[in-house]
């Protein structure tokens, strides 16, 4: 499926007033809003590439990629060692538009069975709408699966941090549209790490987090770990 039929079949599944955000879809529709200055992420692709002549990955593995909960995941291959070939490739306070505008030395370089994403956070704590991170989650997948149609692409929900309460009705949409768009797509799955992390009244738990209530503690990660581990045990499905 091309890119505008899957835009297409974005708009037909959630209808929602996604006209405005279609009629900017001949533009780079990541982009909308703030844009890094250039080079703003080289530091970070520099440590990748370092780590890469030291250590070639061989392709066919599990990639890690997004924002600081993907960074700060500090024994994320151990954890998932069964599998022969697990990386991380995290950058902190990137944006899902980042990962978009990176595709090719984040994902294609590696060549990967298997993608877990989490971004989209940032973008809507930056002023970005439900609708904008839906269509910047289809724009990733269209650029991972022009090169790599191969590839399976599973989408980490969201978090409800307790630091962006006042996000979480635009959390919840974002979540659930590139939910609605997954189940409509071959070779993608949505890792809803999102309900977990709510407590009975709705309102995120406090305890998985960091003092600074918006980046997970061990506790948070162990979740995680439970939660996302049967999607890299099925790698490359």
Not at 8 to 19: D, G, N, S
Not at 41 to 55: G, N, S, V
Not at 120 to 129: F, P, Q, V
Request: with cysteine; hydrophobic share 50%; proline share 7%.
């Amino acid at each position: 499926m091309n890119r505008l039929s899957r835009a297409a079949a974005l708009t037909a599944l959630l209808a929602l007033p996604f006209a405005c955000a279609a009629q900017r879809a001949a533009e780079p529709l990541v982009l909308a809003r703030s844009t890094p200055a250039v080079g703003a992420w080289d530091e970070a692709f520099a440590a990748f590439a370092d780590a890469d002549r030291a250590t070639p990955p061989p392709a066919g593995g599990v990639l890690f990629v997004g924002s600081s909960s993907i960074r700060l995941w500090q024994d994320l291959e151990q954890q998932f060692k069964a599998q022969p070939v697990v990386l991380k490739r995290g950058f902190g306070g990137s944006r899902l538009a980042d990962c978009v505008q990176n595709v090719g030395r984040l994902v294609i370089r590696y060549r990967p069975a298997t993608v877990l994403v989490y971004a989209g956070d940032n973008d809507l704590a930056m002023g970005s709408t439900p609708e904008e991170v839906a269509h910047r989650f289809a724009a990733f997948v269209d650029a991972v699966h022009r090169d790599l149609p191969d590839t399976q692409i599973d989408y980490i929900s969201i978090k409800p941090s307790p630091s962006r309460a006042t996000l979480l009705p635009a959390i919840a949409a974002a979540n659930a549209m590139i939910r609605a768009y997954v189940a409509a797509h071959a070779r993608l799955a949505y890792v809803d790490v999102y309900s977990a992390m709510l407590d009975e009244h709705g309102a995120p738990r406090a305890e998985l987090f960091q003092p600074d209530q918006l980046h997970l503690n061990p506790s948070g990660y162990a979740l995680w770990h439970k939660i996302i581990a049967p999607y890299v045990q099925v790698a490359g499905r």
